[in-house]
């Protein structure tokens, strides 16, 4: 099992950056993927950013060239670094973890972009 926890949100003018951190509760080094996903009040969860296995990664074309998502595998930690946040960026972002073939999901973390 992976548990995982998010932090880094909170409220950001237009324009602005956050950097949201993921923490594992095991070693990140042997999970296939992790990501980050959102998801905004009445719509889906969708997959902003991914990173697996080769560090091989995989962006939303919404956040192409504006998120950044990395990671440190000595502190079991993945991390996304969002620049030119933009209202529709607002949500709910979650971490994820596929390991084993199960998805394990953080309890997520609310990024508001708003003046």
Request: aromatic share 10%; proline share 3%.
């Amino acid at each position: 099992q992976v548990q995982l926890v998010e932090s880094g949100g909170g409220l950001v003018q237009p324009g602005g950056s956050l950097r949201l951190s993921c923490a594992a509760s095991r070693s990140i080094f042997s999970i296939y993927a992790m990501g980050w996903y959102r998801q905004a009040p009445g719509k889906q969860r969708e997959l902003v950013a991914d990173l697996r296995s080769g560090s091989s990664t995989n962006y939303a074309d919404s956040v192409k060239g504006r998120f950044t998502i990395s990671k440190d595998n000595a502190k079991n930690a993945v991390y996304l670094q969002m620049n030119s946040l933009v209202p529709e960026d607002t949500a709910v972002y979650y971490c994820n973890a596929r390991f084993h073939g199960m998805d394990y999901w953080g309890k997520g973390t609310l990024v508001t972009v708003s003046s």
